[in-house]
């Protein structure tokens, strides 16, 4: 839609990249707005049931690492990401939550939830995102290690879906080091999807010019 937010949004766009750049950036969100609405479809209650008692039963010998760098997050998203990772079919887990926040926030929400799989860290300072996530790397106890924004969301087969291909390559005698999803984006009150981001199959000349992995990721 052509309004006076999106014309502040060209121009600033333009600004920084160019009149080149920002027609590409025109012309692919005029592409995208040709596609069919996205519609998010949850996995069913009773497929999640299954995934349970499969994880439960087989050996999966698998441990993922959650590792999430926080600071000044609002509360409802902390909750809505860590309730996110306590609906997860697969159970073996742990959530490290290094915060950055000035004031010991958050440890009484983690705390609240009374489950040993979640680890809070306070951290003296902000450091930034790349630092707050290695201090609460040298925590892991997992076989993958995976990494969460504080405003992020996993749906409840995630970390099964993981695991089952991890499985598989195991069995086929590989030993997969990074393993990624599609994702999209969301509303506050997680009632709307949108803005899909499909990724494609590995792609290493990609990766090197755009971050097109991102979340969600796990890696050995």
């Not at 160019?18 to 069913?44: D, F, H, M």
């Not at 009374?114 to 995102?129: A, M, T």
């Not at 290690?145 to 499985?167: F, S």
Request: with cysteine; aromatic share 10%.
């Amino acid at each position: 839609q052509i309004n006076l937010a999106t014309l502040k949004k060209t121009a600033y766009f333009l600004k920084r990249n160019g009149i080149k750049n920002t027609c590409y950036e025109i012309k692919e969100r005029l592409e995208a707005g040709k596609q069919p609405p996205y519609v998010w479809e949850p996995v069913s209650r009773e497929l999640l049931a299954v995934q349970r008692q499969r994880a439960e039963k087989e050996t999966f010998d698998l441990k993922f690492s959650i590792v999430v760098p926080a600071y000044r997050t609002p509360e409802n998203c902390l909750r809505q990401m860590t309730e996110s990772l306590l609906a997860q079919s697969y159970p073996d887990w742990e959530l490290i939550l290094a915060d950055a926040t000035e004031e010991d926030a958050f440890s009484g929400v983690i705390e609240g939830y009374k489950d040993s799989r979640l680890r809070y860290l306070h951290l003296e300072g902000n450091k930034g995102i790349s630092e707050n996530t290695n201090r609460a790397l040298e925590l892991v106890s997992g076989d993958y290690v995976g990494l969460l924004d504080h405003d992020d969301v996993l749906t409840p087969d995630a970390l099964y879906e993981m695991a089952v291909r991890i499985r598989e390559e195991h069995q086929a005698g590989r030993e997969p080091l990074l393993l990624y999803s599609d994702e999209d984006k969301c509303s506050g009150d997680m009632s709307a999807f949108y803005e899909p981001n499909q990724k494609e199959d590995f792609n290493l000349d990609l990766l090197l010019c755009n971050n097109y992995i991102c979340h969600f990721m796990v890696m050995k």
